[in-house]
């Protein structure tokens, strides 16, 4: 496993336009107990007796829609994916009902509190839409209502690390709104992982001088120290950082002082001026190649994600490749 740094001098990974166009907007959700109600209330009896029959509970009041229905009716999206682990015949009620759209998407999951089997779903599920070569022009909208709170914590968690997403939610109104959520990645590192804050907590009061891996950083403001203390904290988690700031500000000296301070400090260190290279020689240098892959490969090479095993690599000027290569390191 590699640490990798981006640096860059403008970042712009989140923006609504791509090429002039807007994003694609794709919305992964499960179906719940609420939907299934509210489209039995709809049904004729024989079908409706058999869903309560099945999940039990109470009709919901008349002309309530349930989350997903009122919430289909308010947003539109480019594709609808729904997760579901009930009958066929229900999902093909429920399809048609809708009269919107979707992929349904039928999963095996025996317990909807199961947390591991939600995770190992949810994560399949958004792994393989990241895959999509189209992906560098889509964004990831997650509706939290259906579904179990267990189903609401794992979208929540992998949309917060891994997968980056926009959350929504239906209110009892039917009005959908976009929840504040206010956690990073480091919030939902396990406590465990998170008891060395306690003893980090100094360092914005120290000079970068004071701190370990960081003494050759010049300047002791507030903010250079500020910046110290919490590359000082993302270097003993082993996880990628982003680094952000104006030309000649000193993104490459952080990155060799992450390294420096972190467990990888004896591993390689790799950095390579991503806007120094064509998308064909960038993608050799940090992928490689084998000999006869192009005019020129005398020889297989090792690409610079191999040679940076286990220690750190830094990729200035990541914001100059194109979307795509982009894209490709992200996932």
């Known amino acids: 496993m590699t640490t990798i740094i981006f640096a860059d001098t403008q970042i712009i990974w989140c923006s609504l336009v791509f090429f002039g166009g807007l994003m694609k907007r794709i919305l992964v959700q499960w179906i719940g107990l609420s939907d299934l109600r509210a489209m039995a209330a709809t049904l ?71 947390y591991a089997a939600i995770t190992e779903i949810c994560d399949a599920e958004l792994s393989k839409l990241t895959k999509r070569k189209t992906w560098g022009s889509c964004e990831l909208c997650i509706h939290l209502s259906p579904g179990t709170p267990a189903m609401s914590a794992v979208w929540l968690l992998l949309g917060k690390t ?14 959908p709104t976009i929840p504040n959520i206010p956690f990073d990645l480091i919030d939902v590192i396990p406590e465990i992982l998170r008891k060395p804050d306690a003893h980090l907590q100094h360092l914005a009061a120290e000079s970068p001088s004071e701190i370990e891996g960081f003494e050759h950083l010049a300047g002791d403001s507030q903010a250079i120290r500020d910046a110290a203390g919490r590359a000082k904290r993302a ?32 591993k390689p260190f790799w950095a390579i ?59």
């Open 235 to 266: 270097a003993l988690r082993s996880v990628s950082v982003l680094l952000s700031g104006e030309s000649g500000t000193g993104k490459e000296m952080f990155a060799q002082a992450i390294c420096k301070a972190s467990p990888r400090r004896e």
């Open 44 to 114: 004729p009896a024989g079908k409706r007796k058999q869903i309560m029959d099945g999940i039990g509970g109470s009709l919901p009041s008349k002309g309530d829609p349930g989350p997903t229905k009122t919430f289909l009716t308010h947003q539109k999206f480019d594709e609808v994916r729904l997760l579901t682990n009930y009958k066929s015949s229900w999902n093909k009620w429920f399809e048609k009902w809708l009269k919107t759209p979707v992929t349904i998407v039928p999963v095996e999951l025996e317990n909807p509190t199961d």
């Open 273 to 331: 001026n991503c806007a120094a290279l064509s998308k064909s020689l960038l993608e050799s240098e940090l992928f490689g190649h084998v000999k006869g892959a192009f005019t020129g490969a005398d020889r297989t090479r090792a690409g610079a994600f191999e040679l940076a095993d286990g220690g750190t690599l830094c990729l200035d000027e990541i914001g100059e490749c194109d979307l795509e290569t982009q894209a490709t390191l992200w996932v």
């Open 162 to 175: 891994r997968y980056p997403a926009t959350f929504y939610e239906t209110s009892r109104d039917g009005k």
